[in-house]
């Protein structure tokens, strides 16, 4: 460990318990050993496995519940450049904002839940405009490894006590304690 040089981490959005343990496993590394971290979105790993990719890419994934963990990026020369915020968001509705934020270009869509926009009327306007949705992997550590890299070179890390999680959405545990009274926000 004393010859790795910093760590990336997926930072979120995903499962409260799965994004945890991964933070608090490399903050405890770049702690001990004093080595920077890259934390990574998941959507954005889940945008840069796109083949096809037009200069607007919207990724997305299954976030329970009826809604989707969403993001737009556009390509600035090689990298991917967010647009506006993650959301979690209903399918229907990512589409709609999707589209704006990608001010009605064609749109990349990458999706490891490619099945989840296939009944929104929305997308199947897309869908007459040639745009189709890309199955890409959920095992994310190559793609992490490769922008974590990317981002450790150009010095867009963060240490330890700077890492934080990227949930997006408030937990089970904050919005129902108390009797269903979130709390203190």
Request: glycine share 12%.
């Given at each position: 460990?004393?010859?790795?040089?910093?760590?990336?981490?997926?930072a979120?959005?995903?499962?409260?318990?799965?994004?945890?343990?991964?933070?608090?496993?490399?903050?405890?590394?770049?702690?001990?050993?004093?080595?920077?971290?890259?934390?990574?979105?998941?959507?954005?790993?889940?945008?840069?496995?796109?083949?096809?990719?037009?200069?607007?890419?919207?990724?997305?994934?299954?976030?329970?519940?009826?809604?989707?963990?969403?993001?737009?990026?556009?390509?600035?020369?090689?990298?991917?450049?967010?647009?506006?915020?993650?959301?979690?968001?209903?399918?229907?509705?990512?589409?709609?904002?999707?589209?704006?934020?990608?001010?009605?270009?064609?749109?990349?869509?990458?999706?490891?839940d490619?099945?989840?926009?296939?009944?929104?009327?929305?997308?199947?306007?897309?869908?007459?405009?040639?745009?189709?949705?890309?199955?890409?992997?959920?095992?994310l550590?190559?793609?992490?490894?490769?922008?974590?890299?990317?981002?450790?070179?150009?010095g867009?890390?963060?240490?330890?006590?700077?890492?934080?999680?990227?949930?997006?959405?408030?937990?089970?545990?904050?919005?129902?304690?108390?009797?269903?009274?979130?709390?203190?926000?």
């Amino acid at each position: 460990m004393d010859e790795v040089s910093g760590y990336a981490v997926a930072a979120g959005p995903g499962s409260f318990t799965g994004v945890r343990v991964g933070l608090t496993s490399v903050k405890a590394w770049a702690e001990r050993y004093g080595k920077p971290v890259a934390g990574v979105s998941r959507l954005e790993a889940f945008a840069a496995q796109a083949s096809r990719p037009s200069h607007y890419v919207a990724a997305f994934v299954d976030a329970k519940r009826g809604q989707l963990f969403g993001a737009v990026y556009r390509y600035d020369g090689s990298v991917l450049a967010k647009i506006g915020e993650e959301m979690v968001i209903a399918p229907a509705k990512f589409v709609e904002t999707a589209v704006e934020l990608a001010k009605q270009e064609k749109i990349t869509w990458a999706s490891p839940d490619a099945g989840l926009l296939r009944g929104e009327g929305g997308w199947r306007e897309r869908e007459k405009h040639g745009e189709s949705i890309e199955q890409v992997s959920a095992t994310l550590a190559g793609i992490l490894g490769r922008i974590g890299l990317r981002r450790l070179r150009e010095g867009k890390t963060t240490d330890a006590l700077g890492l934080d999680a990227n949930y997006v959405r408030r937990s089970d545990a904050e919005i129902f304690w108390k009797g269903g009274a979130p709390h203190g926000h």
